[in-house]
């Protein structure tokens, strides 16, 4: 997917101009609707908590109280998390009685939602409600407002509710015009009759390209041209994944759409790329880095997962001060991207005081050293204060912002000039790389993988990027139990500003390392002039021990794999992506085979064993089940990052045999792409995989 901006104008409006509150576009659509600007009602994005991802519909009146209590008790409220929002599912079956009143459920609600919302406020907490856009329509959504928007505007305000989500499920199932009928939801919202400023969510994300083709007004990546002037927030793409399954990859996809247009966020409006999922499929660094690009995009932080199940690590995450604080920036500017998209990136916001946040971006599968300068950010002088809002470490550099990023992972700086006396010098301690393993260069951007017996080449890189030398620095390396390590380089005796040393190591294995996952630390110490001993520890901890290499003639699908991803679900072992169907493409079944959707990555330890796989790529014919769109998808079998057959376009009906020759291939990847026609439906197979070893 194409990573947008809105053009050089919206970067250099951000960096280094004063970001106009009302856009012509946005004063435009006002004057043509007859109805004023929404009103500032939340100058910096909101902060709070939604039922969907974690709890899903099943939530009662006892389930909110005790979120409630848990955001107070755990410091999520007192951090800024103050709003408890109900989506779906807090209606009755029946969700209108024949007055014309929305009934929530008597089973989960006996009292009703207002002393609901009473016992909310009594905790010092707003409450948040949910509706959609369009009628009521029995079997495509459970809820909807059509007809009756100053009726339920009402209503939600004399509950007492002080936000409101409005979806737009059962506004396309009646094919509304979604800026019309948001327009006029704001009005009813700004007109209720108890004159209560409540914040509207504009929620339009099933009309997302990924979904279908719909006209380009209907979708939501049109919602930030007239919703700035009549919302809080917009969302601006699809959902960020499903319940209690969300995936790193959908994060990215949805801060790419999410940063297309930064020009049109002001104080009290804001692009929504939805909730926070933290312990919901993701790991702590990828949640980290969810958090870290929700905060400098000046998103709402909405926690969507179960507060009260959170560990304390989590929770640490989400409310730590310094990144809080970057989000709540008063000048409510949206980060933009510097340089150009890829595998790393740098993302820069531009803060109030004058000062940058910077976000250093590893969107790949292993560690990077990244960088930037501070004038690449809108910054000039030749010394500048770098704070690391995840660690506090503050250190002072030339004109350099670097950090060691794990795979995943991003560093978030503020930086600003710096003046008086000098401070640590900012060195970056890189974390281990492994770049051979045996004589075999290790394939980039990718998680090393390695066997009982064999001996890795390990470098670490340091770098001094402040002002004044660091002396005698050293870099010890250390692996698992058992594992033996020699040092291959000799450490300089002083490292000045601007340069940088390889500290290069062998790291060997025992013959019988378990299977499973390790780590390898490096720890890095020198002397500063004026702070003493400064010391800093980095890990590779992704470092794949792989399982015994297949045996035999074997179906490659029952052999254990060392990592295995699709694009929706999990993969599936002779079955069809999500179960239930077996492996059949334009006809003929196979009994065995590994289903997925794409994008999708399954990867095997071959340990330089096998010769030979065979086998056919192919789109699954259960796609005639479910949609007669889509279903197109590309077939790669790549060795040691080495592409050994490529499929092209494969659509439901031209299945591709391969045979491919896997002589000398220590690590084989089945990697499927979307052919471009988006991947929910792309439920592609490889069938019969047959492995010669």
Known sequence: MKRLLGGVIAAALMLGGVVSTTTPAVAAQATATGTAPAAVLSPTPYMGWNTYYGLGGDFTEDTIKSVADSLVSRGLAKAGYDIVWLDGGWQADQSRSAAGDLVPNPAKFPNGLKPLVDYIHSKGLKAGIYTDAGPYIPGKCGLGSGGYYQHDADTFAAWGFDAVKVDYL??????????????????????????????????????????????????????????PGIAQSWRTYTDVGFQGDIKFKDVLRNYDANARHPEVVKPGAFSDPDYLAPELGMTDEEFRTQLTLWAVAAAPLVVGSDVRKLSATTIGMLTDPDVIAINQDKAAVQAVR????????????????????????????????????????????????????????????????????????????????????????????????VTKVGTDAQPADAAPVVAGGDELTVQVNVRNDGTLPVLQPTVTVAGSNG??????????????????????????????ATPGTAAITAQTAYQTVLYGVQKQTTALSSIVIAPAPPSGTVPLSHHDWITATSGWMSPTIDESVGGGNPIKLTGTTYPTGIGVASPSLIRYYLGKSC??????????????????????????????????????????????????????????????????????????????????C
């Open 170 to 227: 059962c506004g396309i199932a009646a094919n509304l015009d979604p800026k019309t009928v948001y327009t006029e939801f704001a009005q009813a919202l700004r007109n209720n009759a108890s004159h209560r400023p409540m914040i509207f969510n504009l929620c339009n994300p099933v009309t997302s390209p990924d979904w279908g083709n719909y006209p380009e007004s209907q979708q939501s990546i049109n919602s930030w041209s007239y919703a």
């Open 338 to 433: 510097v340089g150009a998209a890829g595998t790393t990136e740098t993302w820069v916001k531009r803060l109030a005081d004058g000062s940058r946040a910077v976000v250093l971006l590893n969107r790949g599968d292993s560690a990077q050293t990244l960088t930037t300068t501070a004038s690449a950010v809108g910054l000039h002088g030749s010394r500048f204060t770098l704070k690391n809002a995840w660690t506090n470490k503050v250190t002072e550099s030339g004109g350099v912002i670097s950090a060691a990023v794990p795979a995943h992972g991003t560093a978030l700086f503020r930086v600003e000039p710096a003046s008086g006396v000098p401070g640590i010098p900012h060195v970056t301690a890189g974390i281990p790389q």
């Open 483 to 512: 594992w033996t390590v020699k040092p291959l380089s000799k450490a300089p005796a002083i490292l000045a500003g601007g340069q940088q040393a390889n500290f290069t190591f062998t790291v060997k294995l025992p013959a019988r």
């Open 611 to 692: 010769s030979r796989l065979t086998g056919v790529a192919g789109i699954d014919d259960v796609v005639s089940n479910v949609d007669t769109a889509g279903g197109t998808s590309t077939f790669q079998v790549v060795g040691d990052g080495k592409v050994l057959f490529d499929s092209g376009t494969v659509d439901r009906f031209t299945p591709k045999q391969f045979d491919v020759d896997l002589t000398g291939v220590r690590v084989l990847d089945l990697v499927v792409g979307d052919a471009g026609d988006g991947g929910y439906n792309d439920r592609a197979d490889w069938a019969a995989p047959t492995a010669t």
